[in-house]
């Protein structure tokens, strides 16, 4: 499924570019991604729209205050793990990611088949959700979202 939004972040703009489900679904077949990863991209993204424009008879977060604090319940915790919550909370307290889009994160990452999350996968997440937003990231922010840590050397 990841390799799915990254194409599609790679390929769409998120506003106009990017084609209705069928006609993207039908584009994923061609490139070579198997239906069922398909099917799972195209779910996850359906989601991400109800949150990103969710409707105003249903309003699909209550906005967080300034000052609140997140507390993530144990499944939540379970889910995501350790080292994604330290991710989360670093882009928090960098400024990099506001209160209203890290609940998306959280939601999209709790939508993320498997678990624990990885890191890399939160990071895909990360842009997925920024992308949606139509928001670019900090030019830091980017290189270390698409920094590929495997290859990492230490100075």
């Known amino acids: 499924m990841f390799e799915v939004l990254t194409f599609v972040y790679e390929n769409y ?5 990017c084609p209705e489900p069928a006609h993207l679904e039908r584009k994923l077949t061609a490139v070579g991604f198997e239906s069922d990863e398909i099917g ?5 993204l359906k989601g991400l ?8 008879l249903e309003p699909w977060l209550i906005q967080p205050q300034a000052g ?7 499944h939540e ?15 928090e307290t960098a400024g990099q990611m506001p209160a209203h889009m890290r609940e998306v994160v959280i939601d999209r990452a709790m939508a993320a088949p498997g678990g624990p999350v990885s890191l890399d996968d939160l990071k895909i997440i990360v842009l997925m959700v920024y992308w949606r937003f139509g928001q670019e990231p900090d030019p830091l922010l980017l290189d270390e979202l698409c920094d590929d840590s495997v290859e990492r050397v230490a100075h």
């Open 13 to 17: 703009d998120a506003g106009e570019s």
């Open 40 to 44: 799972e991209a195209l779910t996850w």
């Open 49 to 56: 729209d109800g949150a990103a424009h969710p409707s105003p």
């Open 68 to 74: 609140s604090i997140r507390i993530y319940p144990r």
């Open 77 to 91: 915790q379970n889910h995501l793990g350790a080292t994604v919550l330290g991710f989360l909370s670093f882009l």
